[in-house]
């Protein structure tokens, strides 16, 4: 195994190496201006919340606890506001609920916010027929590169965006924070995180509204045993997103004063692409140096090989909650690719979590002419995910979604039998399509069952984390 690395290559240093999925700029310059103000912000986050993520991965990768990882595929401007993230805390953490009750397993929860603000493209443009003529422009890569609107003033690579991703992400996180530790969070106040939606909703809203009365109930019991835990107050909540702008975590990546080892301080939990994955690559280059916990998303292409290359590269040492592995492989091959892939990291010795990202390998276009996804595909992947664990006898560690907290009409098929006539009515993703919040919760409560259901017969690590902690 490689020696581990302490040190921060040069910007210079990865760019030579040719990084994927990278903007051109037309004005180096001005690249430059915005980078050395971004290098003088302060940290996004803080090397000890980086280490308490970390240890909670590393109960997780021993089968003590349970990811749970949503948000938005990207992430815009427009929509850092206070509701629109009160409405994704309420599903993540309504989806929390479901998985830490139902299930009986400590959720760690960690949103896809603060920083996913950029997309990987197949092509670096995009062609349209506008009046009869083919225009060409630059492909909308996230609010951090350029604008959707489909004008060459829009598309055009702009580096002050890195900036505004800065402000945009430290607002999200501000607005976080207040909300997890000032009591929307309390669940005493279970009830009203989603009382909308219950109201309106049935099928996975009438489940949960029957789960909640259950917990209520309990929690009165405690309170009137005189048992109230500082816990049941606040939440423990995280910030990912893919690293994949170079310069913008270059910049972002940061000596802590402690410790002296350098920390990415754009997000707490860092991933790669499965675009970005090259063991000699410079996405690997620069996160091989921090020390934050990081995630691999292996798609259906991925080997053991790959798998076991990737964290030899990137985790030489073998920190426990050091690497994450998201499969991505799609429902039609997870069961065929996904054990060898288990079996051969397994063989390493190495305890890793094993996430599910049932998502990104589901995608197609509709008759209707939009990307979307099937709901009965995305169970079909979680559920293939399952059959392989449990039959290995490895953990299922966790569940990587592209959701959001409004009604949105993205995803077909759920409760509500979404159909691809309805995907015109409330289609507002700025590039993939999510799952809506009443799909959010009816998988929650699917990935309770299954996971309920594995428990029974094993030797079970959770009632045994329980036992050592009571």
């Excluded at 669940?187 to 049935?202: E, K, P, Y």
């Excluded at 492989?329 to 390493?348: H, K, Q, S």
């Amino acid at each position: 195994m490689l020696a581990p690395v302490y040190d921060i290559p040069s910007l210079a240093d990865l760019r030579a190496r040719q990084p994927k999925q990278q903007p051109r700029y037309e004005d180096a310059a001005e690249l430059e201006r915005a980078l050395a103000a971004l290098s003088s912000r302060p940290p996004l986050v803080f090397a000890g919340e980086v280490d308490d993520l970390r240890d909670g991965l590393a109960r997780v990768a021993r089968g003590e606890g349970f990811l749970l990882q949503g948000g938005d595929c990207a992430e815009t401007f427009a929509g850092v506001t206070a509701a629109n993230l009160k409405n994704k805390l309420r599903v993540l953490l309504a989806m929390s609920l479901v998985l830490t009750y139902a299930a009986q397993v400590p959720v760690l929860k960690v949103g896809r916010i603060a920083g996913q603000y950029a997309k990987p493209r197949s092509k670096d443009t995009e062609t349209r027929v506008i009046d009869g003529q083919e225009v060409t422009l630059p492909s909308f890569r996230g609010d951090a590169v350029n604008g959707f609107e489909f004008t060459a003033e829009a598309r055009r690579n702009d580096p002050q965006r890195l900036l505004d991703v800065y402000n945009a992400s430290s607002a999200t996180l501000n607005l976080t924070r207040a909300f997890v530790s000032g009591g929307f969070a309390d669940l005493r106040t279970v009830n009203t995180w989603n009382s909308d939606f219950v109201r309106n909703a049935n099928g996975a809203g009438e489940r949960y509204q029957a789960l909640v009365e259950e917990i209520e109930a309990a929690l009165a019991f405690m309170v009137a045993c005189g048992i109230d835990d500082e816990q049941m107050h606040t939440v423990d909540f995280y910030s990912s997103h893919e690293a994949l702008l170079l310069d913008y975590e270059h910049a972002l990546t940061r000596i802590d004063s402690r410790s002296q080892l350098p920390y990415g301080t754009s997000g707490h939990f860092l991933w790669i692409g499965e675009r970005t994955r090259e063991l000699d690559g410079a996405h690997v280059e620069l996160l091989r140096h921090v020390q934050n916990p990081l995630g691999i998303k292996l798609g259906p292409t991925a080997t053991a090989e790959d798998a076991i290359g990737l964290a030899d590269r990137l985790d030489p040492d073998g920190t426990p909650g050091r690497i994450t592995f998201i499969t991505r492989m799609g429902a039609g091959r997870i069961r065929d690719v996904l054990p060898d892939v288990v079996e051969g990291v397994r063989a390493t010795g190495r305890e890793v979590v094993w996430v599910t990202d049932p998502m990104h390998g589901n995608t197609y276009t509709s008759s209707t002419g939009y990307k979307t996804r099937s709901f009965a595909d995305v169970v079909d992947e979680v559920n293939g995910w399952f059959d392989v664990h449990d039959r290995l006898g490895t953990w299922p560690g966790g569940i990587h979604v592209e959701l959001t907290g409004e009604d949105v009409t993205e995803c077909v098929g759920g409760t509500h039998d979404l159909a691809e006539a309805d995907l015109a009515h409330r289609y507002e993703t700025a590039c993939d399509p999510r799952l809506n919040r009443n799909q959010s919760l009816e998988l929650a409560f699917m990935v309770a069952e299954r996971l309920r259901t594995g428990l029974q017969g094993r030797n079970n690590p959770v009632q045994q984390f329980f036992a050592r902690e009571l």
